[in-house]
Protein backbone atom coordinates (compact mmCIF):
# COMPACT_ATOMS: atom_id res chain seq x y z
CA UNK A 1 0.00 0.00 0.00
CA UNK A 2 1.47 3.60 -1.61
CA UNK A 3 0.90 6.23 0.59
CA UNK A 4 1.75 10.23 0.26
CA UNK A 5 2.29 13.01 2.56
CA UNK A 6 2.97 16.19 1.40
CA UNK A 7 4.53 19.67 2.57
CA UNK A 8 6.10 23.24 1.36
CA UNK A 9 3.14 25.00 0.67
CA UNK A 10 2.44 28.29 1.82
CA UNK A 11 1.88 31.83 1.29
CA UNK A 12 4.38 33.32 -1.33
CA UNK A 13 4.23 37.16 -2.89
CA UNK A 14 4.03 36.94 -6.91
CA UNK A 15 7.41 36.57 -8.27
CA UNK A 16 8.54 34.22 -5.33
CA UNK A 17 9.21 30.85 -5.37
CA UNK A 18 7.95 27.57 -3.42
CA UNK A 19 9.10 23.68 -3.16
CA UNK A 20 6.42 21.60 -2.24
CA UNK A 21 7.44 17.71 -1.21
CA UNK A 22 5.67 14.07 -1.30
CA UNK A 23 7.24 12.24 0.58
CA UNK A 24 5.88 8.12 -0.40
CA UNK A 25 5.95 5.01 1.09
CA UNK A 26 5.58 1.39 -0.01
CA UNK A 27 7.16 -1.79 -1.54
CA UNK A 28 6.04 -1.07 -4.79
CA UNK A 29 6.55 2.68 -4.97
CA UNK A 30 9.72 1.45 -7.96
CA UNK A 31 6.64 0.83 -10.61
CA UNK A 32 4.51 3.63 -10.06
CA UNK A 33 4.83 7.26 -11.40
CA UNK A 34 3.84 9.91 -9.73
CA UNK A 35 2.54 13.58 -9.87
CA UNK A 36 1.02 16.69 -8.89
CA UNK A 37 -2.18 17.82 -9.30
CA UNK A 38 -3.84 21.25 -8.68
CA UNK A 39 -7.41 22.24 -8.08
CA UNK A 40 -7.91 26.13 -7.68
CA UNK A 41 -11.30 27.19 -6.57
CA UNK A 42 -14.39 26.84 -8.89
CA UNK A 43 -12.10 24.90 -10.92
CA UNK A 44 -11.24 21.01 -12.36
CA UNK A 45 -8.39 19.50 -10.70
CA UNK A 46 -5.40 19.96 -13.11
CA UNK A 47 -2.28 17.92 -13.98
CA UNK A 48 0.73 20.14 -13.42
CA UNK A 49 3.56 17.58 -13.53
CA UNK A 50 4.42 14.04 -13.38
CA UNK A 51 7.85 11.77 -12.70
CA UNK A 52 8.10 8.15 -13.30
CA UNK A 53 9.99 6.21 -11.33
CA UNK A 54 9.60 3.25 -13.45
CA UNK A 55 11.50 4.56 -16.79
CA UNK A 56 12.60 7.80 -15.58
CA UNK A 57 10.33 10.32 -17.91
CA UNK A 58 8.54 13.55 -16.57
CA UNK A 59 6.01 15.55 -17.78
CA UNK A 60 5.44 19.31 -17.11
CA UNK A 61 2.42 21.24 -17.99
CA UNK A 62 2.77 23.79 -20.46
CA UNK A 63 0.33 26.03 -18.36
CA UNK A 64 3.49 25.59 -15.95
CA UNK A 65 6.48 25.16 -18.27
CA UNK A 66 9.80 27.23 -17.78
CA UNK A 67 8.50 28.03 -14.23
CA UNK A 68 7.74 24.73 -12.63
CA UNK A 69 10.43 21.59 -12.18
CA UNK A 70 9.77 18.23 -10.99
CA UNK A 71 12.48 15.90 -9.58
CA UNK A 72 12.57 13.09 -7.61
CA UNK A 73 15.14 11.85 -4.68
CA UNK A 74 17.68 8.89 -5.88
CA UNK A 75 16.18 6.80 -2.88
CA UNK A 76 12.76 7.10 -4.67
CA UNK A 77 11.10 8.44 -1.76
CA UNK A 78 10.78 11.71 -2.25
CA UNK A 79 9.28 13.66 -5.34
CA UNK A 80 10.07 17.49 -5.52
CA UNK A 81 7.88 20.20 -7.82
CA UNK A 82 9.85 23.51 -7.62
CA UNK A 83 7.86 26.76 -8.60
CA UNK A 84 9.18 29.41 -9.59
CA UNK A 85 7.89 32.68 -10.68
CA UNK A 86 4.57 32.27 -9.34
CA UNK A 87 1.60 33.81 -10.46
CA UNK A 88 -1.50 35.15 -8.34
CA UNK A 89 -3.07 32.41 -10.83
CA UNK A 90 -1.08 29.31 -9.21
CA UNK A 91 -2.68 29.87 -6.14
CA UNK A 92 -4.67 26.07 -5.52
CA UNK A 93 -4.32 23.25 -3.39
CA UNK A 94 -1.60 21.08 -4.70
CA UNK A 95 -2.12 17.39 -4.58
CA UNK A 96 0.65 14.64 -4.67
CA UNK A 97 -0.77 11.69 -6.88
CA UNK A 98 0.48 8.16 -7.59
CA UNK A 99 -0.42 5.13 -9.81
CA UNK A 100 0.70 2.50 -11.24
CA UNK A 101 2.90 2.77 -14.87
CA UNK A 102 0.77 3.45 -17.49
CA UNK A 103 1.51 3.94 -21.43
CA UNK A 104 1.23 7.82 -21.76
CA UNK A 105 0.71 10.57 -19.16
CA UNK A 106 -2.84 11.07 -20.83
CA UNK A 107 -3.58 7.51 -19.82
CA UNK A 108 -1.94 7.95 -16.12
CA UNK A 109 -3.81 10.78 -15.51
CA UNK A 110 -7.25 9.06 -16.28
CA UNK A 111 -6.17 6.06 -14.12
CA UNK A 112 -4.99 8.23 -11.20
CA UNK A 113 -8.22 10.44 -11.26
CA UNK A 114 -9.90 6.86 -11.24
CA UNK A 115 -7.74 5.05 -8.84
CA UNK A 116 -4.91 6.74 -7.61
CA UNK A 117 -3.45 6.96 -4.39
CA UNK A 118 -3.63 10.86 -3.01
CA UNK A 119 -2.09 12.85 -0.28
CA UNK A 120 -4.10 15.36 1.90
CA UNK A 121 -3.25 18.20 0.05
CA UNK A 122 -1.25 21.73 0.40
CA UNK A 123 -2.54 25.01 -0.07
CA UNK A 124 -0.53 27.44 -2.13
CA UNK A 125 -1.52 31.43 -2.38
CA UNK A 126 0.61 33.60 -4.19
CA UNK A 127 -0.47 37.39 -3.41
CA UNK A 128 -0.17 39.87 -5.73
Known amino acids: QVQLVESGGGLVQAGGSLKLACAAS????????MGWFRRAPGSDREFVAGLSWFHGGTFIADSVKGRFNISGDSAKTTMYLEMNSLKPEDTAVYYC?????????????????????WGQGTQVTVSS
Open 97 to 117: AADVVTAGWNTWVRSTLRKGV
Open 26 to 33: GRTISRYS
